[in-house]
């Protein structure tokens, strides 16, 4: 292993040393000092723009930005002189008199970055005049609301959407004290490139862009004695949920998360983990059909809604390559809306059904007309993990006491395979415990498929099925979606499968979950899923109980007739604002 | 007039600026000629020796920037003439194009040899969009002639020059800012390092230099009288360009000899104020830079004794304003001009600069207390010592020299 | 935004050919998208960059519309909006202002009848004010489609500037 170099300074007179390329801000950390912080986001390149950080380093005039300096031998910082807190105070000040002030009444009220600053440095009375201008909210589609007078202009979110996503729906545009963030002539976010993946809104500091709220809606919903409430969650989601009630990052919170959702007078709470199985065994058999009848090759899959208003806005030509099967939410919503309705004897429209998931654009599928029948959705209401969240401190549980219980039944078994749905890879690695077994007709030895794990941007592997090799392929973030369609258009692709998920590390690090969700948390929840599916009776989705006697009983068998009917779909090109030959 | 001089400008007026033939007829890339028989550290010692210094404002050292940007090991490097002058009161480089666009071109190509770049770019702001035919006509015939191009003169040195323009914008005249609007976006500064001179245009290594520190060049490698570093003294030799406005007889660019008095600037080559009017402040250097009142009058125009007077040299501006301008009236101007160019990227900029302006009108209407002028030097400090460039930095130059030079203006009636 | 109800601005087919021949000229080069934006809105009567000009650009440049209208907003020579046949950009910098920049945007203003901001009738002028661009020594200036009128100290001699750009002694002001 190479030696690292390793450099000494000095902060507020205290000796550290840190490995060479360290910047103040993490030198700082290192020994208890939190430097406050803006515009930087631990996995973005620095910015060094909301200027909040800075600190004095002796020999410099002027003030040095603690978030890009990087440390070098004999460094003398100070974070706590008088002049470095006059000037992080006196910016502080001035980023609050251009910020609408209704604390109050906001979506991030307790949980904004701003409003934290504003605490710890116990401003009471403001310096600067009021210079907020009038800037109105855009709500106009199902997943994320903006709010630009309570943008602080950091940034964040317009590096995720370029940087990660290669979208970039968002952008500056002005200058001065007109700069703003917005899209391309102001158009409202569908009519951008914007996919919904809400990744904007997990970066942002503060109450500029948010998910659309539903809480009220299920509150409604649950309170009315004449409605069966039924609940799903996202196996990203019990890995997440801990984080805000003060469990470590990666906490499997499975059995609280049941309990709070019982407490919160769901009438039956059940698992997405068993519909992720249901979408491995239709999307498994469309694979096989696929390449049994020499269909569209490669399949692509279909569960991540970010992905889904991705390509059919980037990559209609590609369209017939996407598994036609649905999301594992939507054959959910389709189950309960038939089958469980059935099963439980309440009639179908009385039936309300709730999902919790880690996602902003599943608020967008859930609302498609092709998501249902009759005029009736299938998905009545979605809600993200900080809805959830919300929900919870709502009703005033103590989470951390709550009792473990379990998931309800006919809907609630999932077996390991599903639980890994939430991993990039995951997806992947469930189907071909499926379809090995299927084709080969014996189990896969080891069951883990390693080669489509991990956080890497694109995996590859390729597997033995006997009579045929299968080559598969995993990526995550839209930016490698696109590199892959790319490749795909050119030819260059000889995979048979390819999983995409929209947001970085997956559902697990999705724009929908808990604030600092970063990729450093998303690994640890990864890991948890694999903990997860570790420990379950069943781990491929085809022994899954439930879904056998689903299929007995109700479906037949998979890409059967009613199988087509209920859990799968077809998609369609969605028009550019403009298209020119 | 003993106050003018002609070595910069020496060939101003004496061909005919669209004709190559015609620059060649008056010694025309003789220098060029001269430079490829040199060391390329050589050419960067004898600027050095001549303690040129860049004339875009900063004074940075120009022979020790070429040293180091030949320094740099790299397959591709770049030059870029920055031609984006745009602080107030400034229009220095638009006379060198105008009157000598070959001098510039054959300039920029001894800098591309010194520091073994392949490529050029000219970044010329907007507003001179009318002497984009006279850059590209040089360029064309300078590559006809086998000035520009591949083998260069028989040479390896192989370098052609691009010429790309702004679009109204003050802040591209800040190196990142500059190469960012190259790059084809807004053109708002990124943080340092990385420095130019390592990671500037398309991350190679960067050296740029403003229009009037290049025109000097082909002129001090042909000067074997020493002419001039004949001009005058200390770490201010040489001759300056300065552009004389604002409210003088007669404005306009004049080359003058290092260590010239103010008085003779103004009175002198400017022949003085219209209209009996007296001298209310000077600004030197441009909007960003600071003011002085008549105490300033007899200071030679060098770096040194400009500093000691608590102004700089800055963008070789000299802006004359008389007692018919207030002194708040001037700084609400120089204000308004920040309020409209600040990048707003970065929080001290794009909020102080609008802070301050309201503070000023507030000052005008009579409005202002003593804690609001406490809040704006505050703020004005602030922006100072942790904007993210030069332009935040230096905004409130103005005011924190005016509140210097001028105290009774912030010197308010009443309580607070 | 008013942009999103503003009528649709058609590219013809002559237009777009004429932006064709831009890309080409620019070799479809991104990083010269400034360039590229400041010959295409010279091709539209009314000098910007309508939202449908934007998206044609950015699709076959290509490059993200994001970062044109990032441009149009953030360069003052380029905008995103309607201007005028003739915008008539007053220096509104120091060196002017000192010279009697006023009075010259008021004549500015008297003859053509608007305030700056607003278009004439005709779509023929627009009053901009602008930042300093380098005429100080011929204050008070004034910038029309890249030519600068400058010493316009007197009522006559703006008119006579004004003038050559008004058809048919042009009915605005006054």
């Known amino acids: ?581 | ?416 | 935004m008013a942009t999103e109800n503003a009528p649709e601005f058609v590219i013809t087919d002559e237009l777009a050919r004429k932006i064709d021949r831009v890309l080409d000229e620019h070799e479809h080069d991104a990083t010269q998208i400034v360039g590229v934006l400041l010959d295409v809105q010279d091709l539209i009567d009314q000098q910007y960059v309508p939202q449908s000009v934007a998206f044609y650009v950015a699709q076959k440049l290509p490059i993200k519309v994001s970062v044109i209208y990032d441009c149009l907003t953030f360069y003052s020579a380029l905008s995103p909006t309607p201007r005028a046949k003739y915008p008539v950009q007053v220096c509104r910098s120091i060196a002017c202002k000192v010279n009697g920049s006023d009075s010259l945007l008021d004549t500015v203003k008297k003859i053509l009848g608007v305030e700056p901001g607003e278009v004439t009738y005709d779509g023929r002028f627009t009053i901009e004010e602008v930042s300093c661009f380098g005429a100080c020594d011929v204050a008070p200036a004034i910038r029309i489609n890249g030519t600068v009128y400058g010493h316009l100290d007197t009522t006559e001699k703006v008119r006579a500037v004004l003038e050559k750009f008004m058809q048919g002694g042009g009915q605005y002001g006054e």
């Open chain 2, 1 to 416: 007039m003993g106050n003018e001089a002609t070595f910069i400008t020496k060939n101003f007026g004496k061909y005919d600026p669209m004709s190559i033939d015609s620059y060649l007829s008056i010694g025309g890339y003789s220098a060029l000629k001269r430079a490829i028989s040199m060391d390329g550290e050589d050419i960067a010692s004898k600027i050095a020796e001549a303690k040129v210094k860049g004339r875009g404002g900063a004074a940075y050292d120009m022979g020790r920037k070429w040293s180091q940007s030949r320094g740099i090991k790299a397959p591709h490097k770049v030059v870029i003439c920055n031609a984006d002058e745009g602080e107030t009161c400034t229009f220095k480089d638009r006379e060198i194009i105008t009157h000598d666009p070959f001098n510039l071109i054959e300039a920029i190509t001894i800098c591309g040899y010194t520091v073994n770049a392949q490529d050029a770019y000219i970044y010329m702001r907007e507003e001179y969009r009318h002497l984009r035919p006279r850059i590209l006509n040089a360029i064309k015939q300078a590559e006809e002639k086998g000035f520009l191009g591949d083998r260069i003169l028989g040479t390896d040195f192989s370098f052609r020059i691009h010429l790309y323009s702004g679009a109204g914008a003050y802040v591209c005249g800040e190196g990142t800012a500059l190469i960012r609007s190259i790059e084809g976006k807004a053109g708002r500064p990124r943080m340092k390092p990385p420095f130019m001179k390592v990671s500037g245009l398309f991350a190679l290594p960067t050296c740029v230099n403003n229009v009037e520190s290049f025109a000097i060049v082909p002129h001090l490698l042909m000067d074997d009288k020493r002419e001039y570093v004949s001009y005058g003294s200390g770490e201010s030799l040489g001759t300056k360009l300065i552009c004389l406005g604002g409210n003088v007889r007669r404005p306009g660019v004049y080359e003058i000899p290092f260590g010239t008095t103010v008085r003779d600037i103004i009175f002198d080559l400017g022949q003085g104020i219209p209209g009996g009017h007296s001298l209310r402040l000077i600004q030197f250097g441009g909007a960003s830079g600071k003011v002085a009142d008549s105490r300033i009058l007899d200071t030679p125009y060098t770096y040194d004794d400009l500093k000691k007077a608590g102004v700089t040299v800055g963008s070789g501006s000299v802006l004359v304003i008389d007692d018919r301008t207030s002194v708040l009236d001037f700084l609400r101007m120089t204000q308004d001009f920040f309020s409209e160019e600040s990048c707003g990227q970065c929080t001290p900029c794009r909020e102080g600069n609008l802070h301050i302006k309201l503070i000023l009108a507030k000052m005008a209407r009579s409005e202002a207390t003593q804690a609001d002028i406490r809040e704006m030097t505050k703020i004005a400090k602030i922006m100072s010592i942790s904007s993210l460039c030069g332009l935040g930095e230096s905004a409130q130059n103005a005011l924190l020299s005016a509140m210097k030079v001028f105290p009774e203006t912030f010197e308010l009636g009443g309580e607070n």
């Open chain 1, 1 to 581: 292993m190479e030696d690292v170099q390793m450099i000494h300074l000095k902060i507020n007179n205290l000796p550290v040393s840190v490995p060479k390329g360290t910047k103040i801000l993490q030198a700082a950390q290192s020994i208890g000092i939190d430097i406050p912080h803006l515009c930087f986001h631990p996995d973005q390149r620095a910015k060094a723009r909301c200027r909040i950080c800075s600190v004095e380093v002796v020999g410099n005039r002027r003030l040095l930005a603690a978030c890009s300096t990087e440390v070098w031998e004999g460094m003398e910082v100070f974070t706590d002189s008088q002049i470095v807190r006059d000037t992080q105070v006196g910016i502080l000040q001035l980023i609050m008199a251009d910020h609408d002030k209704n604390c109050l009444t906001c979506a991030r009220n307790h949980r904004c970055e701003l409003q934290e600053l504003c605490a710890r440095f116990n401003i009471q009375i403001p310096n600067v005049p009021d210079v907020t201008k009038d800037r109105k909210a855009e709500n106009t589609n199902p997943s994320i609301v903006r709010n630009p007078a309570k943008c602080i202009k950091c940034g964040r979110c317009v590096r995720v959407c370029k940087d990660t996503q290669g979208i970039e729906a968002l952008t500056y545009a002005s200058r001065s004290d007109d700069l703003i963030v917005t899209t391309p002539y102001n158009l409202s976010m569908e009519k951008t490139d914007c996919t919904l993946c809400g990744q904007c809104s997990l970066v942002c500091p503060t109450g500029a862009i948010v998910e659309k709220d539903d809480t009220q809606v299920v509150l409604n919903a649950l309170q009315d004695p004449n409605t069966h409430v039924i609940v799903q969650v996202a196996p990203a989601v019990r890995v997440a949920l801990g984080d805000a009630f003060g469990y470590e990052s990666g906490a499997i919170v499975t059995g609280q998360m049941v309990t709070a959702l019982k407490m919160l007078g769901f009438d039956r709470v059940f698992d997405t983990n068993f519909s992720a199985d249901l979408t491995i065994m239709e999307e498994g058999s469309e694979l096989l059909h696929r390449i049994q009848n020499g269909g569209v090759m490669p399949m692509l899959t279909s569960c991540s809604p970010g992905w889904i208003n991705f390509i059919e806005k980037h990559y209609p030509q590609l369209l017939p390559h996407l598994s036609t099967a649905k999301s594992p939410m939507s054959m959910f919503g389709a189950i309960s809306k038939t089958y469980y309705a059935k099963q439980a004897g309440v009639p179908v429209k009385n039936i309300f059904t709730v999902a919790i998931m880690p996602c902003t654009a599943k608020k967008f599928e859930a609302a498609r007309p092709e998501m249902g029948r009759d005029g009736m959705r299938d998905v009545d209401a979605v809600l993200t993990t900080r809805e959830f969240i919300k929900l919870i401190r709502y009703v005033g549980l103590s989470f951390k006491d709550l009792p473990e219980s379990e998931f309800d039944s006919p809907l609630g078994t999932g077996s390991g395979a599903g639980a890994i749905f939430g991993a990039t890879g995951g997806v992947m690695e469930a189907a071909l415990r499926t379809v090995y077994e299927k084709v080969t007709g014996k189990e896969a030895q080891p069951l883990e498929f390693h080669d489509v794990r991990g956080f890497a941007g694109v995996k590859e592997a390729t597997y033995d099925l006997g009579v045929r090799k299968v080559k598969v392929a995993v990526c995550h973030t839209l930016l490698n979606a696109r590199k892959m369609m790319d490749r795909l258009e050119k030819g260059e692709c000889d995979y048979d499968f390819i999983e995409i998920m929209a947001c970085p590390g997956g559902c697990i690090g999705g724009g929908g979950q808990p604030y600092d969700t970063t990729n450093e948390v998303r690994k640890k929840r990864i890991e948890a899923l694999y903990e997860i599916d570790k420990g379950l009776p069943y781990r491929k989705s085809h022994e899954n109980p439930d879904i056998i006697t689903l299929y007995k009983d109700f479906l037949g068998e998979p890409l059967s007739d009613t199988s087509h009917h209920l859990l799968h779909t077809d998609y369609h090109q969605v028009h550019k604002l403009y298209e020119f030959e």
